[in-house]
């Protein structure tokens, strides 16, 4: 969708005269990249930032239009790149009175002004921009983001949502777990994925229909499909090949009996491992169902241990997680801190046409993030 109308914007200090459009070229996509890449490609190279654009492109996620990217050039240059940020396509499932439904949403990634022209309002007029194509032909019920400036999209109209976090503190040594006493669980690899998203996505939309929904609120979650996990998956990979030389093989853990799973984000460079999903038992009573998911944790501890990763990170942990990591810290002395993420990946949601709705967001792990 290329815009050729030039935009100005006027401020004290200059006028711009900028041109809106989607970078679709791979030169066009290159330039953009190499500006985004001085934010947010600090622990790779600039071509191992250009590297693992064009391999996450090649992800069924982004293949396609899944993965789009907006800049703002300057209208006089157009090779000149001022701003710029991407659209991810994302599944959404959503409960309202009247039904529950999949429709299309978009994850916001990698919003960036070039350093020297910042201040001036170009962000604000990219995000604009953005807002009326998500509105418009993107069809999106709503669009979700994670940054570090969540003020900033405040301003532009976004809402904050919940950002809880549970840390566990991996032990220095061994755990002597008394074994008995937890369910049998097997290591997850990438081929159990596909079926097992499946199954997630099952469950998810039945308790949505069984979800007890105050009135004139919306439930509203981003379904962990196949293309979701795996997106994530390979992008942690790419990194861990690019900062140690391997990356791990295992990527979660199953409790069959309990037909509860987890995968995880390890992530070798910052020697930290983030629960990517946690898939709740179903049909247990409180106590096996607590024991199942300290079992799939204690799996995740001892992974990230394997891995020398100081600590096992959970995004806005529900119930049932904390009864399991509070299982963990009184059985095993796991050290588990409860927080709020004040100032990095906080997500914020945007509704269609910016119209203000009283969202639950649940599950808001950590799966959607990009
Ligand atoms: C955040 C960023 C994209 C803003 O770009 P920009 O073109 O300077 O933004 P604009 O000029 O449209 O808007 C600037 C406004 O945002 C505000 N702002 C900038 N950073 C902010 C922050 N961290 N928190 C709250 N507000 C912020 C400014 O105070 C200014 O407010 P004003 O218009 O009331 O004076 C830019 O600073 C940037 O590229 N940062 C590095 C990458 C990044 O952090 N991206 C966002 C996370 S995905």
Known sequence: MAETQPITIENARSTLKVIFSEATTPEER??????????????????????????????????????????????DNPEQVLAMCKT???????????????????CICSVVTDSTYRGRGLASVLLKKVAEW????GNATASILYSDVGDFYVSKGWDILDSFESILTVPPSVLHKGQAQFPET?????????????????????????????????????????NMITWLQARIAYMNNQSNGKTPEV?????????????????LLHRKMT?????????QDQAT????????????????????????????PSPELHNATKLLNSELGIKVTNQKRESEHIPCLRWRGGEKRSIIFSPNEFYPWS
Request: with cysteine; proline share 5%; charged share 30%.
């Open 134 to 137: 998500l509105d418009g032909p």
């Open 30 to 75: 290159v330039r953009s990249a190499k500006l985004a890449s001085t934010a947010f490609g600090k622990s790779l190279t600039p071509e191992g930032y250009l590297g693992r654009d064009e391999y996450l492109a090649s992800q069924p996620l982004a293949r396609g239009t899944g993965w789009r990217w907006w800049c703002l050039t300057l209208a």
């Open 275 to 283: 629960i990517q999903r946690v898939k709740l038992p179903r049909d």
């Open 251 to 267: 990527k979660g853990s199953i409790c069959e009996s309990a037909d509860s799973w987890i995968y995880w984000y390890s992530d």
């Open 289 to 316: 169902s607590t024991r199942a998911i300290a079992r799939l944790l204690l799996d995740a501890i001892e992974e990230a241990a394997k891995w020398e990763l100081l600590e096992v990170d959970l995004w806005n």
């Open 186 to 226: 097997r290591p997850l690899t990438t081929d159990d994925i596909p079926r097992l998203c499946e199954r997630d996505v099952e469950c998810l939309k039945d308790d949505f229909q069984k979800y007890d929904l105050p009135k004139d609120s919306v439930l509203v979650t981003i379904l962990p499909t196949t």
């Open 88 to 106: 991810m396509h994302r599944d959404l499932l959503i409960r309202d009175s009247s039904a529950t439904r999949q429709e299309q949403g978009y």
